[in-house]
């Protein structure tokens, strides 16, 4: 039961974040942003897996990263498309190639 609600919760968060657009005109903070819509899954800023895999150090080339952000993976991850635009998404595609284990 328990997983049950888990998955149904996670189900309703993915579907409020997709339907939730940043403004073009708002300052976009991308690892605000990252640690706000992502962060549920992708733990300590994609620097170690979660629910969702560590995206520190992918082995996915851009065009990948920026196609799953955009169109999610079905039962696994939502599609942002229509939430960020793709000058937004290509800034996430930098921040997710520029994590480095924290110090400390």
């Known amino acids: 039961m328990a997983g049950l609600s888990a ?8 579907q409020a974040q997709s339907a939730t657009p940043v403004p073009e ?3 976009f903070e ?15 800023g ?3 897996a979660g629910k969702g895999p560590q995206l520190m ?5 851009d065009d990948y990263i920026r196609s ?4 999610g993976k079905q039962g696994a991850m939502p599609a942002f498309d229509g939430a960020f635009t793709d000058a937004q ?3 996430m ?7 480095k284990p924290r110090d400390g």
């Open 7 to 14: 998955s149904l919760l996670w189900a309703a968060m993915a």
């Open 25 to 27: 005109n708002a300052a």
């Open 30 to 44: 991308v690892e605000q942003v990252f640690a706000g819509t992502c962060g549920f899954c992708h733990s300590d």
């Open 46 to 48: 994609g620097r170690a």
């Open 57 to 61: 150090n992918s082995p996915r080339d």
């Open 68 to 71: 799953r952000i955009k169109n």
């Open 89 to 91: 998404i290509d800034q």
């Open 93 to 99: 595609v930098k921040y997710i190639r520029a994590l």
